[in-house]
């Protein structure tokens, strides 16, 4: 069965240069890129009003943008290895509450993700270490996970904290558990770059995807690989499952994105809004029965789809 979903709006020349990460909050996405700005929309209104820009936040630009699943604290990281905090008031307005400093030089950290409360952060770096830090101990590295030493392109937090899991560029993908600070699984199958790796929201499953162009589904618990998701013909670059966990949405190189059924394990949709490479696919919040999404990349442009209506 194929679900249908309509360009509702796009936002043009969002940022003046490519974006490259996306992240929601239940009334708000935000949105970085290449040049020093964070810009916040709306998702309140169809139209997805401009509701703050955050000026000079990183100078060299901002690769990755995370936001707690409570939708009360954010953190991005620029290309000069800086890692900055935010907060939000009951107004929807964001502003800085601190900073990782953590001795951080340029391309040392990479990816991060927030724990569900917004308290933790977790960071891949180039040398394949994972660390974690407690913002509200003033930013104290609490945990540093080793892998082989492959640079940590992607990663991501269970919604109950129990796990992390981290995608190499030597293609590994290892899952951490971290109450107990070890290694759970390291999960086979993908040899080339692994740029996405995303939680299901049970917690269950672990997607991950990159270069090998197929989207390989781990059972959490044993580390077996249950699934292989195929019909992207380019890399792989972002992932994000819809709230129910009943579907997985993701975004290419060839600015291709897909829309997955896991009980059926086929994609029920295609979207090209671009040719040009999507760095990031985000679901929407959920506005009554219709799921959307937005995908944003290299067309400096953030797209919004809503899932036809109809009998």
Not at 48 to 69: D, I, M, Y
Not at 96 to 118: C, F, M, T, Y
Request: charged residues 20%.
């Amino acid at each position: 069965m194929s679900k249908q979903y309509l360009t509702t709006h796009t936002i043009d020349h969002a940022h003046p240069t490519d974006i490259f990460s996306l992240a929601t909050t239940p009334t708000q996405i935000l949105s970085a890129s290449g040049s020093s700005s964070i810009i916040v929309h709306s998702t309140c209104n169809p139209e997805f009003p401009l509701a703050q820009t955050l000026e000079e936040v990183h100078k060299t630009g901002c690769h990755h943008l995370a936001t707690s699943r409570n939708g009360q604290a954010a953190a991005s990281v620029g290309f000069g290895g800086e890692i900055k905090i935010w907060s939000v008031d009951g107004s929807g307005h964001w502003s800085e509450k601190g900073r990782i400093v953590d001795g951080n030089k340029a391309g040392e950290i990479w990816a991060l993700v927030l724990s569900e409360d917004g308290q933790y952060l977790a960071a891949t770096s180039f040398d394949g270490r994972i660390n974690v830090w407690d913002s509200l101990a003033e930013g104290a590295k609490i945990r540093e996970f080793e892998t082989k030493g492959s640079f940590g392109m992607s990663i991501d937090l269970s919604a109950d904290g129990r796990f992390t899991a981290s995608g190499h560029e030597n293609g590994g993908v290892y899952l951490f558990n971290n109450d107990t600070g070890r290694l759970f699984h390291s999960l086979p199958g993908l040899v080339k770059p692994v740029r996405a790796v995303a939680f299901s929201p049970g917690g269950k499953l672990l997607a991950a995807a990159g270069d090998s162009k197929v989207i390989a589904l781990y059972d959490v618990s044993s580390g077996e690989q249950v699934a292989n998701l195929t019909g992207h013909g380019a890399w792989i670059f972002s992932l994000d499952w819809s709230d129910t966990g009943e579907y997985l949405l993701s975004g290419a190189f060839d600015g291709k994105a897909k829309v997955w059924s896991i009980n059926q394990r086929t994609c029920v949709a295609t979207h090209t809004e671009t040719e040009k490479t999507l760095w990031s696919v985000k679901w929407l919040p959920k506005t009554g029965k219709n799921e959307g999404f937005a995908t944003a990349g290299a067309n400096k442009s953030i797209s919004f789809y809503r899932e036809a209506t109809g009998g």
